[in-house]
């Protein structure tokens, strides 16, 4: 098989920074973009000053403000972040047009070929950033590899305006050093099953054989056997449409009373709904997530004939689909709510894993 030259970008601190890009009083100082602090809001992201104050994605704002008094509370513009994103892909496409974002502040590049005829994914990708910098004054973080999962992870590993190469020669042994629960496909159900196994490395997860990890984990087993050799063979994927919209939230105490949980769920609508507004995307199924304090996860869905085009249907259907679970008996850790079956989704056969796994 050719080699691929792939590079994962990833903007930091993406909200953030743009916030305080536009608001210079803000740089330099913690910011936290999210809802009010008085509310149950998350943090959608906090700057770099604000993280010293283990400030995080998907914290409760009204911690946040407990961590840090003095942090800047701001509400997110979409328009802006939306605006940046546009011009980032436009940047990506001076090189070239296999594109796949991610969301709106990451995406993958296939540079095996290029418009610049350039050889070096590496010199690629600084130039990739310095375009970034140019246009829109922001930083971003690079990874390259030869595979998507470790081009992504790259790019997280020298946060903030990083560059990290793993070449295919430094793969095994990068791969062999990863923790387990970082690899590609492996979730926190999966990883604590592995840790239990003294499974705590690529390199544990290689004293295995294919029959012993079929045997452990089902079909998904020779799926891991493979991603820990490094056998991702995903192609990035340009016109790869979202398959669905979601929202969700890990409650910061487990909660047993079900009206709790129903209001829950009614904040999860509300954010939901607001996404669904923001995309051009229309679903027909809606699925709820109930993960309870044992990390079991279970989803309940319904389908409808026609587009979900209200949030009052996404309320009363979400509380009919949370009715059937256990709420009220077993403690709740995590609700979501997303919404598939897009209007501008095509059936994508071809984007599903070429290996079955589970989770
Ligand atoms: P990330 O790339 O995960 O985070 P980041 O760009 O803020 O920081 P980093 O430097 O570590 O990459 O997410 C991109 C944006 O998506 C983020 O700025 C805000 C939004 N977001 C949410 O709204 N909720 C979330 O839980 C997360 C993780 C991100
Ligand atoms: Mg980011």
């Keep these: 098989m050719r080699l691929r030259k792939i590079i994962h970008i990833d903007m930091d601190a993406f909200y953030a920074s743009v916030e305080q890009r536009d608001f210079p009083e803000f740089r330099g100082k913690p910011v936290v973009v999210g809802g009010d602090p008085d509310s149950r809001s998350v943090v959608c992201t906090a700057s770099y000053e604000a993280r010293k104050y283990g400030i995080h994605s998907a914290m409760p704002t009204s911690k946040a403000k407990r961590l840090c008094p003095h942090a800047i509370f701001v509400f997110p513009r979409f328009s802006a972040y939306k605006e940046v994103s546009r011009q980032v892909n436009e940047v990506f496409h001076e090189f070239t047009d296999l594109v796949e974002p991610l969301s709106l502040d990451e995406a993958y590049l296939d540079v095996t070929e290029n418009k610049k005829g350039i050889t070096s994914a590496t010199h690629i990708a600084r130039e990739i950033k310095q375009r970034i910098l140019e246009v829109t004054k922001l930083t971003s973080s690079a990874g390259v590899a030869a595979i998507k999962f470790i081009a992504k992870i790259a790019s997280g590993m020298n946060k903030p305006n990083g560059l990290t190469v793993i070449t295919p020669e430094e793969a095994e042994k990068f791969l062999e050093e990863l923790a387990i629960g970082k690899f590609y496909g492996i979730g926190e159900v999966t990883e604590k099953k592995m ?37 991702d063979f995903r192609e990035v994927e340009p016109y790869r449409t979202r ?12 909660i047993l009373d079900k009206p709790s949980v129903f209001a829950e769920l009614d904040d999860i609508a509300d954010v939901l709904w607001d996404r669904v507004e923001r995309s051009d995307a229309k679903g027909k199924t809606l699925t709820l997530k109930v993960k309870y304090d044992d990390f079991e996860s279970i989803t309940r869905s319904i389908s409808f004939k026609n587009f979900i085009d209200s949030k009052e249907t996404i309320l009363k259907f979400g509380h009919k689909l949370l009715t059937g679970t256990e709420a009220g008996k077993r403690k709740i850790r995590l609700i979501g709510l997303s919404i598939s079956n897009l209007q501008s989704g095509e059936e994508e056969e071809s984007a599903q894993l070429r290996f079955a796994f589970g989770d």
């Excluded at 452990?216 to 050799?229: D, L, T």
């Excluded at 398959?243 to 487990?254: C, H, P, Q, Y």
């Design 243 to 254: 398959k669905s919209i979601g929202a969700e939230n890990t409650f910061a105490v487990d």
């Design 195 to 231: 840790i239990s196994l003294g499974i705590k490395t690529g390199k544990d997860l290689k004293h295995f054989t294919q029959s012993e990890l079929i045997r452990h984990f089902g079909k998904s087993g020779s799926f891991y056997y493979n991603i820990v050799r490094g056998h």
